[in-house]
C-alpha cells in the first residue's frame, strides 16, 4: 500500500518538508504548542495513508504523557524524530527489554 | 490458592505434573533459545541505526542551514511560496519481512528526488538557493524513510523481545516452581499414605494374631477339661 508522510512542528521546520514535496502537514506557531500539538499528532496518527511522520525532538517535550507515549510506540505510522538527543524513550525501551544500556558510548 | 487445593495426591495427577513439568522446561528452553536469537538479531539492526542516526542528524543540519540561506538571501516569502507550489507528493511503500517471527517493514520511497524541473515551483521566480534547500530536504527524507524503516524493526523487536523475555520469567519463576512443589507436595502424601497403609497392616496383623491366640487358648482349656471329664 502507497502512503504519505506528514510533518508536524512550527512553520520554520515544515517549510523546508513542504518544499521537499509533503503535503500532510500541521503547522503550530511555538506560542501554541502546548495547547494545539495533542490534537495536531493525535490527528496525523489516526490517518490510514500516512505511513511516517516527522517532528522535532524537542516538541515531544510539549505532548501530553499519552500522546507522547503514543507517538513513541507507534508502528504505523511510526514517528520519526530530528535534532536534540532522539533516543531517549528507545534507549529506555532497551534497558527495559535487554537488561543493559547498549546505547551508552 | 494453596497448591493442596488443586492436586489430588494421586498417582494419575503426580504423573500428569512431571508430564507437564517436562514440557514447561522444554519450551523455557526453546523461549530462552528465542530470546537470545532476538537479542543477536537487535544489536545488528542497533549497530546499523546508530550509523542511520547520524546520517539523519548531518542530513538535517545541512538541509537546515540551505533553508536558512535561502531564507536569509530570498526572504521568507519566497520559500514558503516555492513550497506552497510543489507538485509530486514523496510516496513511501511498505512491504513486510520476518526476522524470527517478528513480522518487520521494508520501507520504499518513490518520487522522493526529483529533477529541478519536476519540483512545481516556476524556475524563472526561484533561485538556485531554493533548488538547493529542496535537494537536501529530499535527501533528508530518504534518509527518513530509512530510519523509519529501523526504528520500526526495532519497536517491533524489542515488543517480542519483552514479550518473550516475561514468558520466560514466568515459566522460570512462577510455572515450573509451582509445578514443582505440587509434585513433592503429592510424592510426600503418597509416602506418608504408604506409611499409613503399612501401619495400617501391621494393627491389622497384630489384632489377627491376637484372635488367633485367644483362640488357641480356648481350645486348649477346651480341651484340658474334655481331658479331665
Redesign the interface.
Known sequence: MSRRIAVVGAPSFTTGFRLAGVDEFREIRDENKDDELDGAVEDVLSLDDIGIVVMHQDDLDHLSHEVRENAETSVEPVVVTLGGEGEGALREKIKRAIGIDLMEQ | MAIEDEVKPTRKDLMEIKERIELSEQGHETLEKKRDGL?ME??EI?EES?DV?EN??DD?ER??KR?DKARALDGDVA??G???A?????????ESKNIMGVVVPQ?EG???Q?DVGE??YSLLETSAR?DE??E???E??DT??L??EI??A???M??E??KT?RRVNALEFKLIPELKDAQEFIELRLEEMEREEIFRLKKIKEKKEQEEKEERAREDMFDESATEA
Not at chain 2, 507538485?87 to 513511501?92: D, F, G, Q, S, V
Open positions: 537479542i537487535f544489536m542497533l546508530q542516526r539523519l542528524s538535517y538541509a537546515q533553508i520559500v514558503r516555492a513550497a506552497s510543489r507538485a509530486e507528493t514523496p510516496r513511501i511503500t511498505l520501507i518513490s518520487k522522493v526529483k519540483r512545481g531554493i534547500a529542496a537536501a530536504y529530499e533528508l527524507l527518513i524513510i530510519a523509519a526504528e520500526t526495532m519497536k517491533k524489542l515488543e523481545i519483552e523475555k
